[in-house]
């Protein structure tokens, strides 16, 4: 399995941004396809986005066109920027590794105040 460690949550007003990270071990992760998931409180898992190996990249609508997934397979890591985000955001968002099993992070809380 991968390890997986995310950085990045905050607080942050409606309208503003985050950056969240992922950091993984093992020299695998490049041909792993990433991405990310996000639970709200007293809410199912949702698919955020995800980017494969060779770059293509997927989201879910209601983040399309404010949300931009990334890797750097130098540094063993995958980003999603956070563009003007809504209180509807908030959630702990969750790094995973696809593979069987897929491997997850511990996830980082990010709040989006109204």
């Known amino acids: 399995q991968v390890q997986l460690v995310e950085s990045g949550g905050g607080l942050v007003q409606a309208g503003g941004s985050l950056r969240l990270s992922c950091a993984a071990s093992g020299s695998i992760f490049r041909t792993r396809a990433m991405g990310w998931y996000r639970q709200a409180p007293r809410k199912q898992r949702e698919y955020v986005a995800a980017?494969?190996?060779?770059?293509?990249?997927s989201y879910a609508d209601s983040v399309k066109d404010r949300f931009t997934i990334s890797r750097d397979n130098a540094q063993d890591t995958v980003y999603l920027q956070m563009n003007s985000l809504k209180p509807e955001d908030t959630a702990v968002y969750y790094c995973y590794a696809e593979g069987f099993p897929r491997s997850w992070g511990q996830g980082t809380q990010v709040t989006v105040s109204s």
């Open positions: 980017v494969t190996s060779g770059g293509s990249t």
